[in-house]
């Protein structure tokens, strides 16, 4: 009886010892070097380009980043310039026509072996839009509710 119960603690601990190891997936080495989830505000650079087309939802066959794109011809050349999910999305949306000088800031990387520059800012018309927080986070446009005391004279409390 005694070595049944010796062999049934060490099955258990040996099971034990099963869930204390670290479980990890193994990942490609494409997936692991795709896209930081971290910006550096030190590797940003500002673009003047003309809007050469807009993609508002790439297809697979594209090979772009999810979310909108510019397309921008710049006097080196031409660059992807990454919107995320939300600027052209919903009621606030921000609308670009080809032909439009804006100025872009942003950071490069290399996404599917091809330069993208994640923006951060948008200067058109006049208007600065942050398009991504100073963490690289893509920001919803949320729109102000409708009758809120902020909306009303001087912001009544």
């Known amino acids: 009886m005694m070595s049944r119960s010796a062999a049934f603690g060490l099955f258990g601990l040996l099971a034990l010892c099963l869930f204390a190891l670290p479980l990890q997936a193994q990942t490609s080495e494409a997936s692991r070097t795709a896209v930081h989830p971290w910006y550096d505000l030190a590797k940003e650079v500002t673009f003047t380009a003309t809007v050469s087309s807009v993609v508002k939802s790439p297809t697979r066959d594209m090979n772009m980043l999810a979310g909108s794109h510019l ?13 995320g999910s939300f600027a052209m999305r919903g009621k606030d949306a921000l609308s670009f026509t080809p032909g439009a000088r804006i100025q872009v800031t942003g950071e490069m990387k290399t996404v599917r072996g091809k330069q993208v520059l994640i923006t951060r800012l948008v200067l ?10 100073a963490h690289g986070f893509a920001i919803a446009r949320v729109p102000p509710k409708a009758g809120s005391s902020s909306d009303v004279e001087g912001g009544r409390l």
């Open 124 to 133: 058109a018309n006049g208007r600065t839009y942050q398009i991504r927080n």
């Open 71 to 83: 397309i921008l011809e710049t006097s080196s050349g031409t660059v992807d310039a990454s919107l």
